[in-house]
């Protein structure tokens, strides 16, 4: 499967705890984007990424949050002192911008849930 | 600031009915417009897109989208809906090379 990947699907923690996932974008895609889903809301977006330099970050994404892309492949997103409105759908994406439409492919998502 | 907006949350309807889902943005810059779905217990995927030329695009299973510049509108359609569509549905906006998404529609089809 050369799709998008996630890692874990699903994460369940305590309050207070920190927690890491991991996307493995489509090889040859050099953007990576990071976008956040809560029940009943569209994704939002967090921050993204070209090769390894993140070039924009959402104001939803507090000093709690981190991301990092250290090789230009696979990222992580890391949520230190979790929150229970931490918990939502982590949706990770990759795109190619040679391309004429730069089209975001989505992987499966990682759900958060913080007690 | 770019934004989205889709009505109607949640559309119920029978196998054979025509479906039509609203979509309006908000954005001061050139827009690109998709629709996505997402069928149950599967992640989000590109049905169609507009960047130019003819408003009326198509899509895969039979979707198509008309951008309507005047009515800030990107409305998606299927002339005839199959048990097969149950799914939800995100119209999206990328300006800043981010995706605005709306709420999306929920919806299901009954056999």
């Known amino acids: 499967d050369t799709g998008v990947s996630q890692d874990p699907r699903h994460k369940i923690t305590k309050r207070g705890q920190n927690v890491t996932f991991r996307c493995d974008p489509i090889s040859e895609h050099n953007r990576l984007y990071w976008y956040r889903q809560t029940l009943g809301q569209g994704p939002e977006f967090l921050t993204y990424?070209?090769?390894?330099?993140?070039?924009?970050k959402s104001r939803l994404l507090s000093d709690r949050f981190s991301a990092e892309r250290p090789k230009g492949s696979f990222s992580t997103l890391e949520i230190q002192r979790t929150e229970q409105g931490d918990s939502a759908m982590y949706l990770c994406a990759s795109s190619w911008d040679g391309s004429s439409y730069n089209e975001q492919f989505f992987g499966p998502g990682t759900r958060l849930t913080v007690l | 600031a770019q934004s989205v907006s889709q009505h109607n949350h949640h559309v119920i309807l029978s196998e054979a009915a025509s479906l039509e889902l609203g979509c309006n943005y908000s954005y001061g810059g050139t827009v690109n417009l998709f629709w996505y779905v997402q069928y149950p217990g599967q992640h989000l995927q590109l049905l169609l897109k507009y960047f130019s030329g003819d408003p009326l695009v198509k899509g895969i299973k039979g979707f198509e989208a008309e951008f309507i510049k005047s009515k800030f509108s990107f409305n998606l359609r299927k002339p005839s809906v199959q048990w097969s569509d149950t799914a939800e549905y995100f119209c999206?906006?990328?300006?800043?090379?981010?995706?605005?998404f709306g709420k999306g529609n929920q919806v299901v089809v009954i056999p």
């Open positions: 990424f070209q090769n390894e330099a993140q070039l924009e």
């Open positions: 999206a906006l990328r300006g800043n090379n981010r995706l605005a």
